[in-house]
């Protein structure tokens, strides 16, 4: 008799044991989709993509269809692989190409600066002046149409809630003052001929916006940026020696790449890699 209760209670553990191990994968199919959603809504990919959403919508509800006619996330093809467009407005009073940034903190940078920075209270980081950005989108399409450069108008919108340190440079501007801008330009550049031409042009020189044409171009652009970082460390920014790559050895970065000045332990700057 205490043989078969004995069993009896191993038989209820063993149940309830399972019940358990059943919970707990429960809340884990639960919440791995929770941290990677969260994640996603973190992630700079994502807040760009929200960025450009919100500037599109702004530019269908506030601009004249029948004058303006807008394209989002132009894919073009360049000499070495693909450059992506946030945005492009062709217009008789001219092409206006967009960069669009949906960041939040404090912004520094001028129209000379390589690079810019961005402070959110201890966190900073630097990141391509835009207008030099935007530029090189303005020669592409530029190029492509073989269009008078003159018919071409750069200009940056921030869609988040940044602050600036410093007067925004020319173009540069933060929400509605897009349409602004935009609105702004009254001298007419382009017969209505030109417009349509210019229109069609684009429609055939573009690259389909699939998931594989923005995969390849994404691989394009790490594949640039990792050939510059290469070539050219960007200098320590507390002592301007130069930097090497480095691995975090412990800590929860451990394992993660960062830039590392030459002069450690003397000096511990450092940038992001």
């Known amino acids: 008799m205490v043989f078969s209760g004995t069993c009896c209670v191993n038989q209820e553990m063993s149940v309830d044991f399972m019940q358990i191990i059943i919970g707990l994968l429960k809340i884990l199919w639960l919440l791995v989709p929770a941290i990677v959603f969260i994640k996603l809504l973190n992630s700079r990919q994502w807040k760009g993509m929200m960025g450009e959403l919100r500037v599109n919508r702004m530019l269908r509800r506030h601009l004249n269809r029948q004058v303006y006619h807008s394209f989002s996330s132009l894919i073009l093809p360049t000499a070495d692989g693909t450059t992506q ?3 492009v ?10 960069e669009t940034k ?8 001028s129209s000379k600066d390589r690079l810019w920075s961005q402070q959110i209270g201890t966190y900073c980081r630097e990141f391509q002046n835009p207008l030099h950005q935007n530029y090189k989108h303005l020669k592409t399409l530029h190029e492509l149409l073989g269009m008078n450069e003159a018919y071409f108008f750069s200009v940056i919108v921030f869609s988040g809630k940044a602050r600036f340190a410093e007067q925004l440079p020319d173009n540069v501007v933060q929400g509605l003052d897009l349409i602004r801008l935009i609105k702004s330009r009254r001298k007419q550049l382009l017969r209505s001929a030109q417009v349509d031409a210019t229109i069609k042009a684009i ?3 573009r690259l389909r916006n699939s ?12 594949t640039l940026v990792a050939a510059k970082i290469a070539d ?3 200098p320590c920014p507390q002592c301007g020696s130069p930097m090497v790559l480095r691995a975090a050895a412990q800590g929860s970065m451990a394992g993660r790449k960062f830039w590392g000045c030459t002069r450690f332990p003397a ?7």
Do not use: E
């Open 85 to 87: 467009i946030d945005h």
């Open 89 to 98: 407005v062709v217009s008789k009073y001219g092409i206006f190409v967009l």
């Open 102 to 109: 949906n960041m939040q903190g404090m912004i520094s940078g």
């Open 203 to 205: 429609k055939s020189v």
């Open 211 to 222: 998931f594989r044409n923005r995969r390849q171009h994404v691989r394009h652009v790490q």
């Open 232 to 234: 050219n460390p960007l």
């Open 267 to 273: 000096c511990r700057g450092t940038r992001n890699a």
